[in-house]
């Protein structure tokens, strides 16, 4: 069965520094998305991704975070500076048409 | 604004039992709801979706959901929970076509 794939699957960055999480969505999507888990919370919404230009983004993603689909199968979230309450869980996710939004396993990333 | 409202932070149950976790939905627009499962230190998987049709749906694991307008609702039930149900567990609703929506999770703990 396909999955939504993430690498690496820790980061550990120091503060300040620039990370590049990837995710490989499954072949035939068309939408993708971050999200994010901070430690104990709830998954939020980052940024979706469709035709090679955003469409929606949240309150977080803000001019630090940047999304990129650099060749046909990969999909990046790169955070330029991090902050240490950019520490959470990442998650990509991909979609076809039909609402049904399949989640990678996740980037856990540590600021120190 | 769309929101979902998972009322049990925790739930705890015995073996055998059967468990019904809480969701509730606002929305003014066409919904879509789904119930995803956290296992420790994975990513979510999806366990069942309500995008229209029979309001009582069947997902994986011998989950089931049920769909009701009047009351907002979409609660999750299994007759009968097992040790490897133990997990986290987040309602989510579609807000437009680009994201999802989470609730703040239930964490279903299963006692022997």
């Known amino acids: 069965e396909p999955e939504v794939t993430q690498t690496p699957s820790h980061q550990v960055t120091q503060m300040g520094q620039e990370v590049i999480l990837r995710c490989v969505p499954i072949?035939?999507?068309?939408?993708f998305y971050w999200y994010r888990q901070i430690l104990g919370q709830k998954v939020e919404f980052l940024v979706s991704f469709y035709n090679n230009e955003i469409s929606e983004k949240s309150e977080i993603f803000d001019d630090q975070f940047s999304v990129e689909r650099p060749d046909g199968s990969n999909f990046t979230l790169k955070i330029r500076s991090t902050k240490l309450e950019d520490s959470a869980m990442y998650f990509c996710a991909s979609s076809g048409p039909l609402y049904e939004q399949y989640f990678g396993p996740g980037t856990r990333l540590t600021v120190t | 604004a769309q929101s979902v409202t998972q009322l049990d932070s925790q739930v705890p149950v015995f073996e055998e039992a059967p468990v019904e976790l809480r969701c509730n939905y606002s929305s003014s627009v066409s919904v879509y709801l789904f119930w995803y499962v956290q296992y420790p230190n994975q990513g979510l998987q999806l366990l069942l979706k309500y995008l229209s049709g029979s309001t009582l749906v069947k997902g994986i694991n011998g989950f089931e959901a049920e769909f009701n307008k009047s009351q907002t609702s979409f609660h999750l039930r299994k007759p009968s929970v097992h040790i490897s149900d133990t997990a986290e567990y987040f309602c989510a609703s579609y807000s437009s076509a680009s994201k999802i929506i989470f609730g703040s999770g239930t964490r279903l703990s299963i006692r022997p």
């Open positions: 072949s035939n999507h068309l939408y």
